[in-house]
């Protein structure tokens, strides 16, 4: 069974380090400003939960506050929303967005999917019809041209 999982780079963990080493001046100067330190802990927990795992079968998107399991029949496209990041859409027409999954993810998308999601790096001028090999042509060509 083909899976694929989108996930947000580890390396989004480092701006977390970061802010959490620039808040720690701050956050020990007074009593209670330790509650700065949810701001980075927050972001973490962000960027490990949220993706979109695809199958063949499903995609299954997990957001902070929980997730949402669409079979392919359920979805009727995908689309380009902000930034070029994707959502599907659903056969009543509404949205559901796909965590990680952005517009350069759509060859991997659309063979895990099975060919559900049209490939848009792939012309249709350069698939060839089945039964006439590329040969062929190629000879067809050169005959014409003498």
Known sequence: MKKLVFR??????????????????????????????LVPLG?????????????EEEIVARGVFGSTTLKWDEVKSIKLAHKGWLKAVKT??????????????????????????????VRDDEQEPAGEPAQDKADEVVESEK
């Open 8 to 37: 947000i780079p580890a390396t989004a963990l480092l701006a977390a380090g970061l802010i959490i080493i620039c808040v720690t001046p701050v956050a020990w100067a007074a009593p209670g400003l330790q509650a700065l330190y």
């Open 92 to 121: 009543d027409d509404s949205l559901v967005t796909l965590p990680a999954v952005r517009f350069m993810h759509l060859p991997a998308l659309s063979l895990v999917s099975g060919g559900r999601v049209p490939d848009p790096t």
């Open 43 to 55: 972001y973490a927990y962000w960027v490990l939960r949220n993706r979109t795992t695809v199958t």
